[in-house]
């Protein structure tokens, strides 16, 4: 690993929420074109790590560092999609994957030129003008998952984005992820308490304690790509499943 194949360099991260102590000593990072899953219990601090991490939130001690630049406290550098699609129900979803764009003041029209050359790939394409209360669940989301790319698409942060879906739209999703990753050019954060949506998915895991957190372990994938159904009952997958588990 070089210095410059790393985007996201966490050190030593600590938060507090008056005497709530969530995150005690956190420390990872993010390569390039990698997939990282964090991975750990309900309440252990995921998201505030991923609130710091954006620059939503600061960090009582430790840094962030994105390109070797500090980022404590600086937002708009990385994507950030969270649980909820959030998606504006009185626009149409043209407008409301292009929020972004519009935000930072680019031309309309140019952005939905932009956009809409990524709709047949988001599996949106016929459905520019419909409005989130006509898309099924894993159509919003993946509706949600176009803006957090169009926003900035060299680093995601993606919280949880298939927990409120059903298992079986659940399990497509995450087949559609893998496959327009591959595309993508993207590298991916990603928060889960799902251990088998965090094997699947990953290229490094990196295990939470409960709170406040630490790293407990750290996880390399020795899985190959590109993963199938077949992938979910690999003796690998298992074996390692297995080993997840019992440190949980």
């Known amino acids: 690993m070089t210095k410059s194949n790393i985007l996201i360099e966490v050190i030593n991260i600590k938060k507090s929420f008056g005497s709530l102590?969530?995150?005690?000593?956190?420390?990872l990072k993010l390569e390039k074109n990698q997939f990282v899953s964090i991975l750990g219990p309900s309440g252990c601090g995921k998201s505030t790590l991923f609130d710091i991490i954006s620059g939503l939130e600061l960090p009582d001690s430790g840094k962030i560092l994105i390109n070797g630049k500090n980022y404590n406290g600086k937002t708009g550098r990385v994507s950030y999609m969270h649980q909820k699609d959030l998606m504006f129900p009185w626009n149409n979803v043209i407008n409301n994957v292009c929020l972004p764009m519009f935000i930072k003041g680019e031309n309309r029209k140019k952005s939905y030129i932009k956009a809409k050359k990524y709709f047949p790939d988001f599996g949106l394409k016929g459905f520019e003008n419909n409005y989130p209360n006509q898309l099924s669940g894993g159509m919003r989301q993946r509706a949600a998952l176009l803006r957090t790319y169009l926003f900035a698409n060299d680093i995601m942060?993606?919280?949880?984005p298939f927990g409120n879906l059903d298992a079986i739209t659940r399990r497509k999703m995450q087949l559609w992820l893998l496959g327009i990753w591959d595309r993508m050019n993207a590298?991916?954060?990603f928060v889960t308490h799902d251990i088998d949506e965090a094997i699947f998915l990953s290229d490094k895991i990196y295990l939470l304690s409960r709170r406040?957190?630490?790293?407990?372990e750290i996880?390399?994938?020795?899985?190959e790509r590109p993963r199938d159904n077949k992938t979910l009952t690999s003796m690998k997958f298992n074996k390692l499943k297995e080993k997840i588990i019992t440190l949980l």
Request: negative net charge.
């Open 21 to 27: 102590h969530t995150l005690e000593d956190i420390s």
């Open 219 to 223: 996880f390399n994938m020795d899985i």
């Open 187 to 189: 590298s991916v954060l």
């Open 157 to 160: 942060l993606l919280d949880e």
């Open 212 to 216: 406040p957190a630490v790293v407990r």
